[in-house]
Every structure is written in structure tokens, then in C-alpha cells.
């Protein structure tokens, strides 16, 4: 499915580094922490719609979720939201558990490398 792609895009991170100057890195961080302690409970409110099929809020939730992980580098979480995203707007909905815990996955492999990678630790 997407294998070849980055967990992580370290050319996108590194540009964000480089756009903050050098009260950068500390404001940076913080954005990051909040962006990721924020998507367990988005993750959480996804499962929680699955559950409920109410697929056109967990199309929004997906939609989100991909952009904000574009955002902060992570391709291989954005390229899963996407197809989350796609399919809850089908008529009839298929795979839909089984594309959520994608989603879940690559979040879970991105985690601890950009938490190294932006020296949140």
C-alpha cells in the first residue's frame, strides 16, 4: 500500500526548523507536543464514530487528521487519513476498522521517531 513512503519527511522537518529562526526551536516543539497529545483523543472520537458508523463526521476527523499530519511531516499517516477519508464517503463504506488501524499504525511508528527527531523526549 504505501511502504515506500517515509514514516517521517525529514526534508519538510528540516525546513520547518529552518523557517523558525532562533527563537525557533523551543516554539517549535511546543507546537509539536500539542499537535501530537492532541491526535489520541482524535484517534479515540474516530474509533468512537467507526463504532457508531457515522461516516461523514469520521470523514471530517480523518480529513483533519491528514492535513495536521502533512503539516508536521509524516506522509505515511497523511496517505492513510486520506484513504480512511475516501472510503467513509463511499455509499457503502468497506474496510473501514481495518483503515482506522492503519491510520493508528503509522501514527505509531511516526510517534517516536519525530518525538527523536524534534528532540521531544
Known sequence: MDAALPVLDLEHL?????????????????????FLDSVPPQLERMRQLLARSEWAPLAREAH????SSAMYGMPRVRLRCKALEGQAKEPVPLGMGELLAAVETAFAEALPLLRAEMALE
Request: some cysteine.
Open 14 to 34: 528540516s525546513r520547518l526548523c529552518q523557517l523558525t529562526g532562533a527563537d525557533g526551536p523551543g516554539k517549535l516543539a511546543e507546537l509539536f507536543r500539542f
Open 64 to 67: 483533519a487528521l491528514a492535513g
